[in-house]
C-alpha cells in the first residue's frame, strides 16, 4: 500500500499544492477547518474537518503512516504547533512547513529533524526581481557561481542571431537551449532541440545562462542599452525637495510662520529708520523682545517707541507661542519625511515596488543585492519592514499605490520597472494599468494569486510579467517531500518546465552508479549543475553517487514521475553497424567495459555490425549511441528480443 501524504491547510497555497502532490501519483489526506467534503476539486481525496493542532484530527489522517505532512496554512503559530505534533507523532516521516518569518526558517529546520520550512517570498521573490531588471526572465534559480536566468530569444527580421545554428548561439553566448519554436515546425523542448537547427526570423528559442550574458545578448537583439539610472543634477533635486517640503506644510504652518516672520521684518525697520539704530541692533532687540520679553535698553526713547515695543511684547509672545504649537504638532505628525524621500528618487532608470509584506520586502532585498536603485511604496505607516527598508537606503513612500500622484512621488514613470506587490491583488492591477496609462512602454510585474486570472492578464491586458505566486510555490512544497528543491516553474513554448535540484538518497539503488547523461535520457530530465557548479564535461562522464545534487531542467509531467522514482527498464541495447577502421581501437576499448571482457573477446566482438551493449535502458543506450558517434561509427538504439535487428558477433 502506498503511504499517503497528509496536507494541511487548503489555502491558496494548499490547493496548488494538492495538484502538484496528485499529479506525482500519491494518495492525499488533506485537513482544514472548513473544509466542505463534497467539494468537486477533492474528488478521490479523503479529507478530514478539523484543527491540524489536535492529535486526533492528524491520527484521524493517518499520521503515523504518512509518507510526509505538507503544512501550508497562513499562520506561523499554527503551522509550527502541528509541526512540532507531527514530529511527536511520527519521528520518521518527511515534515515540509509553510513559513512567513525567515528568521525562523533555518532555525526549525536545525531544531526539528527532517523537517524541511519554505517561504513562498523566498521562492518567488527572484525571479520576481529578474523579472523587473531584464524584462525577459521568464524563470530564476541560483547556483554557487551567481543566479541563472530563463529567458526567451525571438528572432526578428535583420536580427544577428539569424542564419545561426542552436549550438551555434549556446556556445557563443554559454546558454542551454531550453525549448526552440519555429514556424512549421513542432515545438522542440530540452533534449528534443536540435543543435544543428538554423535560427530564422519569427523563431523563439528560450534558453538559460548567466543574467550578465543574457543582458547583453538582449540588448544587442533590441539595438538599445537597458535604461541606467538617471540622476538629476544636485540644485535640481534640492530644489525639488523644498517646492515638495512647501506643498507638504500644513496651511496653519503657512499661515503662522509668515506672520511672525513678518512682524520681526517690521519691527527691524522700525527700529532700524524709528528709532535710527543699525540693522543688527535692531534685529537684536526684536528677538530679545519677542523671544524673552525683555525691555529695550535706554529709557529715553520717545512714548510712541514705548508704546511699539510694548505691543511688540504682546504680539511676538501670541505668535512665537501659536507658530511654536502648531509647528511641533506638524513636526509630530512626520509629514515632513515623504517630501524629503524625494531628494534621493533618480529621475528614472529605477525600480518602483509597490507593497512591503513579506514578498515586497524580499523583492527589495533582491533587488539592492543586484545593484538596483529602488524606490518603495507602502500604504502603512506602521508597516513591519518600513524602517528597515529606509535605514538599507531606499527611499520609501507611505501612500496608496493606486494614486497617480504617489505613483509620480516615486517617478513611476519614468521607472525602469514597476512591481505591484501589494496583498491584494485588485490593487496590484489597478497599479498595472495605472502604470501603464502614465507611460504605455513601461515594464509591469504584476502579483496575483489565481493562475487563470493571471493567464488573462497576461493575455488580455498585454502584461506579460503577470505572475501566480501559489502556482511558483507550489511545486516546491511537493518536491521537498522527497529531498527535492523546485527552484522555479516556467512556461515555455505553452508546455510546464520545471527547475529542481535533486539529491541521490542512499536507497536509490537503481539510479547509483549510473551515468548522469544516460539517467537524464530515460527521465527526460537537462542537467545544468551538479552540486550547484555549472556542468559541462561531467555531462557525460559523471556517475551519481549518494549525496550528489544535481540541478535539472524538466517538463513538469516527467519530473512528477521521477519524483515516483520509478525504475527504467533495461530492454534496449546499443548496435554498431559500420565505423572506419581508425575508430577500431577506441570500440575495443568501449566494448571491454561494457561487455565486461578481455581485449581478445573485445576484438572478436567488433568485427562487422555488433551490440554495444545490451540489457540497458533506453537513456543508457542513447549516451553510448552519441558517444561512439564521435568516432565516427554508424550505431543506433534497439529494442532487446527484436528478431533481425542486428547481426551477432
Known amino acids: 500500500m502506498i503511504q499517503p501524504v497528509v496536507l494541511c491547510g487548503l489555502g491558496r ?13 500519491f494518495p492525499v489526506v488533506v485537513i482544514d477547518t472548513n473544509i466542505s467534503t463534497d467539494d468537486p476539486r477533492l474528488q478521490g481525496v479523503r479529507a478530514v474537518k478539523g484543527d491540524s493542532r489536535r492529535a486526533e484530527v492528524l491520527e484521524q489522517a493517518g ?4 509518507r510526509g505532512v505538507v503544512i501550508t496554512t497562513g499562520d506561523d503559530l499554527v503551522n509550527i504547533s502541528t509541526a512540532m505534533l507531527a514530529r511527536k507523532l511520527n519521528p520518521t516521516t518527511k515534515i515540509v512547513v ?3 518569518n525567515r528568521n525562523l526558517i533555518d532555525r526549525l529546520a536545525g531544531a526539528v529533524k527532517n523537517t524541511v520550512a519554505l517561504s513562498v517570498s523566498g521562492l518567488v521573490a527572484p525571479m520576481l526581481a529578474l523579472s523587473a531588471v531584464t524584462g525577459d526572465a521568464l524563470g530564476v534559480f541560483k547556483l554557487e557561481d551567481g543566479p541563472r536566468q530563463i529567458s526567451e530569444l525571438e528572432v526578428a527580421e535583420g536580427s544577428g542571431l539569424a542564419g545561426q545554428t542552436v549550438g551555434e548561439v549556446a556556445h557563443t553566448h554559454q546558454l542551454v537551449p531550453l525549448a526552440l519554436v519555429r ?19 519569427g523563431d523563439r528559442l528560450v534558453v538559460c545562462g548567466a543574467p550578465a550574458s543574457l543582458i547583453r545578448l538582449l540588448e544587442r537583439e533590441r539595438g538599445e542599452l537597458l535604461p541606467g539610472v538617471k540622476w538629476a543634477w544636485r540644485l535640481r533635486r534640492w530644489v525639488r525637495t523644498v517646492r515638495r517640503t512647501l506643498w507638504e506644510v500644513d496651511l496653519s504652518v503657512k ?8 512682524t520681526i521684518l517690521a519691527s527691524v525697520l522700525v527700529f532700524r529708520y524709528g528709532i535710527g539704530v543699525e540693522w543688527a541692533e535692531g534685529l537684536y532687540q526684536t528677538v530679545s523682545i519677542i523671544a524673552t520679553g525683555a525691555s529695550m535698553r535706554g529709557e529715553g526713547h520717545s512714548d510712541w517707541a514705548k508704546v511699539f515695543v510694548s505691543v511688540l511684547k504682546l504680539a511676538g509672545a501670541a505668535l512665537v507661542a501659536a507658530f511654536t504649537a502648531i509647528l511641533t504638532q506638524y513636526l509630530l505628525r ?6 524629503l524621500e524625494l531628494r534621493w528618487v533618480p529621475d528614472g532608470g529605477h525600480v518602483v515596488v509597490c507593497g512591503l509584506g513579506n514578498v515586497g520586502y524580499r523583492l527589495v532585498n533582491e533587488l539592492t543585492e543586484m545593484g538596483e536603485r529602488v524606490v518603495a511604496i507602502d500604504n502603512r505607516a506602521d508597516g513591519p519592514f518600513i524602517d528597515t527598508v529606509r535605514r538599507n537606503g531606499v527611499p520609501t513612500f507611505v501612500g496608496d499605490a493606486t494614486v497617480a500622484d504617489v505613483l509620480r512621488q516615486a517617478r513611476a514613470a519614468e521607472a525602469k520597472a514597476v512591481i505591484a506587490a501589494t496583498s491584494s491583488e485588485l490593487a496590484n492591477l489597478e497599479v498595472a494599468l495605472l502604470v501603464r496609462e502614465m507611460n504605455p512602454h513601461a515594464r509591469v510585474v504584476v502579483r ?15 502584461i506579460r510579467q503577470a505572475v501566480s505566486v501559489p502556482a511558483l510555490a507550489a511545486p516546491a512544497f511537493a518536491a521537498a517531500l522527497f529531498g527535492d528543491r523546485v527552484q522555479t516553474l516556467v512556461t515555455a513554448a505553452g508546455r510546464t518546465l520545471v527547475v529542481v535540484e535533486i539529491v541521490i538518497d542512499p536507497d536509490e539503488v537503481h539510479l547509483l552508479g549510473r551515468s548522469l547523461r544516460g539517467a537524464a535520457l530515460d527521465y527526460r530530465l537537462l542537467p545544468v549543475a551538479v552540486a550547484g557548479r555549472p556542468l559541462d564535461a561531467a555531462r557525460g562522464g559523471h556517475r551519481l553517487k549518494v549525496g550528489d545534487r544535481i540541478t535539472v531542467v524538466a517538463e513538469l509531467p516527467d519530473l ?23 575508430a577500431r581501437d577506441a570500440l575495443v576499448s568501449l566494448v571491454r567495459v561494457t561487455r565486461n571482457c578481455d581485449a581478445a573477446e573485445a576484438e572478436r566482438i567488433v568485427t562487422g555490425p555488433f551490440a554495444l551493449a545490451e540489457g540497458v535502458t533506453r537513456g543508457e543506450a542513447q549516451e553510448l549511441v552519441e558517444l561512439v558517434a564521435r568516432e565516427r561509427a554508424a550505431a543506433r538504439v534497439v529494442v532487446t528480443g527484436d528478431p533481425g535487428m542486428y547481426g551477432t558477433a
Open 13 to 25: 497555497v494548499g490547493w496548488r499544492v494538492l495538484e502538484s502532490v496528485r499529479a506525482a501519483g
Open 560 to 582: 512528477e514521475r521521477f519524483l515516483r522514482r520509478e525504475a527504467i527498464p533495461r530492454t534496449a541495447a546499443a548496435v554498431v553497424d559500420s565505423f572506419p577502421p581508425t
Open 63 to 66: 499520521i503515523r503512516d504518512a
Open 255 to 262: 499661515i503662522a510662520a509668515p506672520a511672525l516672520f513678518g
Open 334 to 339: 512626520a509629514k515632513l519625511s515623504g517630501a
Open 448 to 462: 496575483l494569486s489565481d493562475p487563470e486570472f493571471a493567464e488573462a492578464v497576461r493575455e488580455a491586458a498585454d
Open 98 to 100: 509553510r513559513m512567513f
Open 183 to 201: 514556424t512549421g515546425h513542432a515545438p522542440a523542448l530540452l533534449h528534443d532541440v536540435p543543435a544543428d537547427a538554423v535560427l530564422a526570423p
